[in-house]
């Protein structure tokens, strides 16, 4: 069974119409991490959660933002997508521990009209 | 600066070893994974160093050597499913958040 489950795992949408992707993990664990990754790149943190402390990544644009309601959920809402946002959004979670690895949703692939 | 350096691609045959390097220079080190990427899904965990030496996972194996900043990938008996990215990421400086800098990752070709 799924553990980070990422919904939808395509979405469209238009130039500058905001859009919510959203993540919900059943592991309970304390970390939730959003990235962004295009073709051939490697992910790139946006920023993440230790329980509700948000941590903003510096270079995250500030057209991302992020909510997470509670323990189970998070969202990363994009307020005026450009085409250069167009890439694989993946969610991921992880516990406390120091050798704790992070578990990946299946990501959402956001298209761009 | 923080960088992670691994081979774009690498080409394999079924049935061989093969092993991806990956060099990192960052701020502090506080552990090393390797990640499997097939394409258009998720990254999935393969193994996790902190100390130096060798882990071994079935197949798999990684290795680190802190002093030299250096680890590699070991997969033996290849098998067609192999095919697919390997990423490795290094946790840095210590952070609460366990914040991980990715490679760019290998693309890896398993040949029949």
């Known amino acids: 069974d799924a553990m980070v489950i990422q919904n939808p795992r395509y979405q469209v949408t238009q130039f500058g119409k905001p859009v919510t992707l959203s993540c919900s993990q059943t592991l309970n664990h304390n970390v939730m991490y959003w990235y962004q990754q295009k073709s051939s790149q490697a992910p790139k943190l946006l920023f993440h959660?230790?329980?509700?402390?948000?941590?903003n990544e510096a270079d995250t644009p500030d057209n991302f933002q992020s909510r997470r309601p509670n323990t189970s959920f998070c969202f990363l809402d994009i307020r005026s997508p450009g085409l250069g946002d167009a890439a694989m959004y993946l969610c991921a979670t992880r516990s406390t521990g120091e050798s704790q690895p992070q578990h990946f949703g299946d990501g959402t692939r956001l298209s761009i009209l | 600066g923080q960088n992670i350096d691994q081979p774009t691609e690498m080409t394999a045959t079924e049935g061989a070893i093969v092993q991806i390097n990956c060099t990192y220079q960052?701020?502090?080190?506080?552990?090393l994974f390797w990640y499997q990427q097939h394409a258009g899904e998720a990254p999935t965990f393969l193994s996790y160093?902190?100390?130096?030496g060798l882990e071994e996972k079935g197949r798999f194996s990684s290795f680190l050597s802190r002093s030299k900043g250096y680890s590699y990938l070991l997969l033996k008996e290849l098998q067609m499913k192999d095919s697919a990215s390997y990423l490795c990421?290094?946790?840095?400086?210590?952070?609460?958040?366990?914040?991980?800098?990715f490679g760019q990752g290998t693309e890896l070709s398993v040949k029949p």
């Open positions: 160093n902190v100390l130096d």
């Open positions: 960052t701020s502090g080190f506080n552990g």
């Open positions: 959660y230790y329980d509700k402390d948000f941590n």
């Open positions: 990421a290094v946790r840095g400086n210590y952070n609460q958040g366990g914040k991980l800098i």
